[in-house]
C-alpha cells in the first residue's frame, strides 16, 4: 500500500533555517491531509491539517502547502529549532471514512 | 490540555493468551480508533468506532480483535489469541472531527 509516500527518510537543518517536509499521494479521493510529529517512545502528535478544498494552512511556525495537481504537500517549519527534531509523519484521510493512511515518515535533525 | 491516555505502556504475552489494551479518550470526542505499528513499518489503521459501534475495520481487524467501549470513559481493543505477528505499538486516538485525530502514547505489545 503506497498510497502516500515520504521518500527523503531523513533531513537535516540548522537551527534557525527552514525545515521543508514533503510527502506525495496517489489517490485523488483524499479529502485531509494531516501532519504529526513523533518522538521515540511517544505517540503520534497532531501539528497541523489541511482540507482538499484548499492549498494553504498556517499555525505559527508551521505551515502546510497542498498541490492538488501534482498530488504533493509540504511542511514548512520557519524558523526551525532543535526541539523540533523527530520523526514527521503526513497522513490522509480518505473521502467518506475518518481512517488516517499514513506515510513512512521523514526523521528531521535541527543542529545549532 | 487533554490528551488520550493508554495502559499499560507495555506488555508481554504468551502466544496464545488474550490482551486487552486500555484508552481513555479526550472526554469530549466522539469517534475513537485504534491503530498499530510494527517495528520499522508504518502506522497502520485498525478500527474506527463511533455511536457504540464499529464505523469501519481494516483487513488486520480480524475475529481475533475486538472494541469495546465499556463505560463512559474507557475504550479497549481486545486481542483474543495473540500470534507472534502481533507484535506491536498499539496506538488509541480520538477526534471531535475527521481533520484532527490525537493519539495517545501508545501501548508496546511483544507475543512470545
Known amino acids: 500500500d503506497q498510497q502516500v509516500k515520504q521518500n527523503s527518510p531523513s533531513l537535516s537543518v540548522q537551527e534557525g533555517r527552514i525545515s521543508i517536509l514533503n510527502c506525495d499521494y496517489t489517490?485523488?479521493?483524499?479529502?485531509?491531509f494531516l501532519w504529526y510529529k513523533k518522538y521515540p517512545a511517544e505517540g503520534p502528535t497532531f501539528l497541523i491539517s489541511?482540507?482538499?478544498?484548499?492549498d494553504k494552512n498556517e499555525d505559527g511556525r508551521f505551515t502546510v502547502f497542498l498541490n492538488k495537481s501534482a498530488k504533493h504537500l509540504s511542511l514548512h517549519i520557519v524558523p526551525s529549532q532543535p526541539g523540533d527534531s523527530a520523526v514527521y509523519f503526513c497522513?490522509?484521510?480518505?473521502?467518506?471514512?475518518?481512517?488516517?493512511?499514513f506515510g513512512t515518515g521523514t526523521r528531521l535533525q535541527v543542529f545549532p | 490540555e487533554p490528551e488520550v491516555t493508554q495502559t499499560p505502556s507495555h506488555q508481554v504475552t504468551q502466544m496464545g493468551q488474550e490482551v486487552i489494551l486500555r484508552c481513555v479518550p479526550i472526554?469530549?470526542?466522539?469517534?475513537f480508533y485504534w491503530y498499530r505499528q510494527i517495528l520499522g513499518q508504518k502506522v497502520e489503521f485498525l478500527v474506527s468506532?463511533?455511536?457504540?459501534?464499529?464505523?469501519?475495520k481494516s483487513e488486520i481487524f480480524d475475529d481475533q480483535f475486538s472494541v469495546e467501549r465499556p463505560d463512559g470513559s474507557n475504550f479497549t481493543l481486545k486481542i483474543r489469541s495473540t500470534k507472534l505477528e502481533d507484535s506491536a505499538m498499539y496506538f488509541c486516538?480520538?477526534?471531535?472531527?475527521?481533520?484532527?485525530?490525537?493519539f495517545g502514547p501508545g501501548t508496546r505489545l511483544l507475543v512470545l
Open positions: 489541511i482540507s482538499s478544498i484548499k
Open positions: 497522513a490522509a484521510s480518505p473521502v467518506n471514512t475518518d481512517k488516517l493512511i
Open positions: 489517490n485523488s479521493m483524499f479529502d485531509y
Open positions: 486516538a480520538s477526534s471531535h472531527r475527521k481533520e484532527t485525530q490525537y
Open positions: 468506532f463511533y455511536n457504540n459501534e464499529i464505523s469501519e
Open positions: 472526554s469530549n470526542h466522539l469517534y
